[in-house]
């Protein structure tokens, strides 16, 4: 599967951004997906995750209540709401696509996306 990821750019804190990767090909629904994120310097880091079906989801602590993950199989297309957006969150965002099931385990994701750039001005 292939993953385009878009929707990234500039916002002030507290406000929103709504990130989307579409995948390629007919089994979509087979993998479960997850988005992570790698801050200027440090590491790629696990943010959110979904099952296939969507029924279950998986948020980092620091994201929880903030950040929604969405996916719609008939689109291909998964999605990250990113609401009061905080400075810390600035970072480039990756989706990634796994069959093992939702983890935080880069090391899980075979397949990745390109990354869309996520600013977060004072």
């Known amino acids: 599967v292939q993953l385009q990821a878009s929707g990234g750019g500039l916002v002030q804190a507290g406000g929103s951004l709504r990130l989307a990767c579409a995948a390629s090909?007919?089994?979509?629904?087979?993998?479960?997906m997850g988005w992570f994120r790698q801050a200027p310097g440090k590491e790629r880091k696990f943010v959110a995750g979904i099952s296939r079906s969507g029924g279950d989801t998986y948020f980092t602590d620091s994201v929880r209540g903030r950040f929604t993950i969405s996916r719609d199989n008939a689109k291909n297309t998964v999605y990250l709401q990113m609401n009061s957006l905080k400075p810390e969150d600035t970072a480039v965002y990756y989706c990634?696509?796994?069959?093992?099931?939702?983890?935080?385990?880069?090391?899980?994701?075979?397949?990745w996306g390109q990354g869309t750039l996520v600013t977060v001005s004072s």
């Open positions: 090909g007919r089994t979509f629904s087979s993998y479960h």
């Open positions: 990634a696509a796994t069959t093992v099931g939702i983890t935080a385990s880069m090391a899980q994701y075979g397949y």
